[in-house]
């Protein structure tokens, strides 16, 4: 999380793309990055679940939908977007973008039209934009994989303790889920 805020404090950074596996748990540390970078931007936080669009040519639109801003007869969504994010500091967190990576240079072109927004991307890939910065996460270590399941099982029972005698049971249970976050949130 850190690493991340720190690279959109910098002034020549406004792309980063969080890229792993499915289950990765890229999605969830976009959501904790987003909650840490709040006081940085004061035109807001916003995300944008792209998971259910499979054409490029949407993501401006879903944009505009999630900031109610009405697309114009005549004008191109980019131009009504452009003028209504003029000086506003906003950070987008478009989450599951790995079915539009044919559209990353919408999202390059956006950014050069719009230099005071910045944008999170989760994807299975990168995009390969000039410019971006890429944080693959992989598997969790099964210390890190434990504690998640810890933490995980203690919210559905708040009695639930890791003891001498379920710890190795946990341990093995989180080796073969390999490490993958989402699955052990699920097992727990």
């Given amino acids: 999380i850190e ?18 596996f499915g289950g990765a748990g890229k999605t969830m540390l976009a959501l904790h990055v987003a909650r840490s970078m709040l006081e940085h931007f004061s035109g807001g936080v916003f995300l944008i679940d792209l998971s259910a669009i499979t054409e490029p040519a949407l993501v401006l639109s879903t944009i505009a939908k999630t900031l109610n801003v009405q697309e114009e007869p005549k004008r191109e969504i980019k131009d009504t977007l452009t003028d209504f994010l003029t000086k506003r500091s906003i950070l987008f967190v478009l989450d599951n973008f790995e079915q539009l990576v044919g559209g990353a ?35 969790l270590s099964n210390e890190d994989a434990m504690q998640l399941f810890l933490q995980r099982a203690q919210s559905l029972n708040p009695a639930f303790q890791l003891t001498s005698e379920n710890s190795s049971i946990v341990s093995n249970l989180c080796e073969k889920l390999d490490g993958y976050p989402l699955a052990i949130e699920l097992a727990a």
């Fill in 105 to 139: 240079p919408i999202i390059a072109d956006f950014l050069i039209s719009n230099p005071h927004i910045c944008m999170l991307v989760t994807s299975r890939e990168a995009l390969r934009l000039r410019g971006e910065q890429v944080v693959a996460i992989s598997a």
């Fill in 3 to 20: 690493s991340i805020k720190n690279l959109f404090l910098r002034d020549d950074i406004n792309l980063v793309t969080i890229t792993g």
